[in-house]
C-alpha cells in the first residue's frame, strides 16, 4: 500500500493572488504558519515554517516553482499520530516526504488549489503522520479560503 493523499478546494480569486498567498511568507504567515514563515517559495531554497501545534521552526526544501501553476516542497517525514492530538509526540523519521500544490485558473475566474503529499513509508506510524498530514492540508486550504476570500484567519488561536 503505497501512502499517499490528495486535498483540493476552489478559491475564490484569481490564480496570481491564490498563488501569492502561499509563495509570500508574509502572507503565509497570516493564515497557515500559525509561528511564521521565513522565506520566499523558489526553486532550490530553503524556508523556515513554524506552528504552534507542531513547535520549533523546521526546514521546507522548495524543489520546483512554477510561478502561478505548482510548489513542490519536500520536508522532514514524521511518524506518530497527528501532531495536534494533545499528549501525542510523532518522532522524524529519517527521509523526506513529497508535497506537490498546484494551482490552475478556472472558468469563472476561481482558482482550484490541489495539494498532494507521498513518500510515506508503509508503517503504522507513517500512516497516523499521514493522516495528520491530510488534516492539516486540509485545514490549510480552508484557512487560506477564509483568508483571502473574507480576511478571516481560522487558525488563530486554535492550537495555542
Given at each position: 500500500?503505497?501512502?499517499?493523499?490528495?486535498?483540493?478546494?476552489?478559491?475564490?480569486?484569481?490564480?496570481?493572488?491564490?498563488?501569492?498567498?502561499?509563495?509570500?511568507?508574509?502572507?503565509?504567515?497570516?493564515?497557515?504558519?500559525?509561528?511564521?514563515?521565513?522565506?520566499?517559495?523558489?526553486?532550490?531554497?530553503?524556508?523556515?515554517?513554524?506552528?504552534?501545534?507542531?513547535?520549533?521552526?523546521?526546514?521546507?526544501y522548495v524543489i520546483e516553482?512554477?510561478?502561478?501553476?505548482?510548489?513542490?516542497?519536500?520536508?522532514?517525514?514524521?511518524?506518530?499520530?497527528?501532531?495536534?492530538?494533545?499528549?501525542?509526540?510523532?518522532?522524524?523519521?529519517?527521509?523526506?516526504?513529497?508535497?506537490?500544490?498546484?494551482?490552475?485558473?478556472?472558468?469563472?475566474?476561481?482558482?482550484?488549489?490541489?495539494?498532494?503529499?507521498?513518500?510515506?513509508?508503509?508503517?503504522?506510524?507513517?500512516?497516523?503522520?499521514?493522516?495528520?498530514?491530510?488534516?492539516?492540508?486540509?485545514?490549510?486550504?480552508?484557512?487560506?479560503?477564509?483568508?483571502?476570500?473574507?480576511?478571516?484567519?481560522?487558525?488563530?488561536?486554535?492550537?495555542?
Open positions: 500500500m503505497e501512502l499517499k493523499f490528495r486535498v483540493a478546494a476552489r478559491i475564490a480569486k484569481p490564480v496570481h493572488e491564490v498563488f501569492e498567498a502561499v509563495a509570500d511568507p508574509a502572507k503565509l504567515s497570516n493564515y497557515f504558519t500559525t509561528g511564521g514563515a521565513k522565506g520566499r517559495l523558489e526553486t532550490g531554497a530553503t524556508v523556515e515554517w513554524d506552528f504552534h501545534d507542531f513547535p520549533g521552526a523546521f526546514p521546507v516553482v512554477v510561478e502561478d501553476e505548482k510548489i513542490v516542497l519536500e520536508w522532514q517525514a514524521s511518524e506518530g499520530e497527528a501532531h495536534n492530538i494533545e499528549g501525542s509526540e510523532p518522532k522524524d523519521a529519517d527521509y523526506l516526504t513529497r508535497v506537490t500544490m498546484s494551482f490552475k485558473e478556472l472558468d469563472d475566474g476561481r482558482t482550484l488549489v490541489e495539494i498532494a503529499e507521498e513518500g510515506w513509508r508503509e508503517n503504522q506510524g507513517a500512516l497516523g503522520a499521514s493522516y495528520g498530514n491530510c488534516q492539516g492540508w486540509s485545514q490549510m486550504l480552508c484557512a487560506l479560503k477564509a483568508w483571502i476570500e473574507h480576511g478571516i484567519n481560522l487558525r488563530e488561536g486554535m492550537y495555542k
